[in-house]
Nanobody, 120 residues
Framework: QVQLVESGGGLVQAGGSLRLSCAASGSDFRVNTMGWYRQAPGKQRELVATTISGGGTNYADSVKGRFTISRDNAKNTVYLQMNSLKVEDTAVYYC??????????????WGQGTQVTVSS
């Protein structure tokens, strides 16, 4: 089993910055892909950014140049540095990870979500 714990959400003014963190814990697993989705009220869930073990990142067009995803493989932690925040970035942000577990094989796990609210 894998547990993801998110932190770093909060209230920020437009143009400000936040850094989200998501740590995976458990045993007998290897993290492959980690990333972030977000969901705003009345909208569908959107993939924000992903990072693959060993390198490689992808970003939604709406956040390119403003958000940076990174990871610490030793800590099984993924980060999302969000700069130049806009009101439209307001959403609940969910981290996820695709892992390879010794017992259960590959699986996807989700964090609990953290609220990011950007005010004008």
């Amino acid at each position: 089993q894998v547990q993801l714990v998110e932190s770093g959400g909060g209230l920020v003014q437009a143009g400000g910055s936040l850094r989200l963190s998501c740590a995976a814990s458990g045993s007998d697993f290897r993290v492959n892909t980690m990333g972030w989705y977000r969901q705003a009220p009345g909208k569908q869930r959107e993939l924000v950014a992903t990072t693959i073990s060993g390198g490689g990142t992808n970003y939604a067009d709406s956040v390119k140049g403003r958000f940076t995803i990174s990871r610490d493989n030793a800590k099984n932690t993924v980060y999302l540095q969000m700069n130049s925040l806009k009101v439209e970035d307001t959403a609940v942000y969910y981290c996820y990870t695709l892992v390879q577990a010794v017992v259960t094989g590959a699986g996807v796990y989700w964090g609990q979500g953290t609220q990011v609210t950007v005010s004008s």
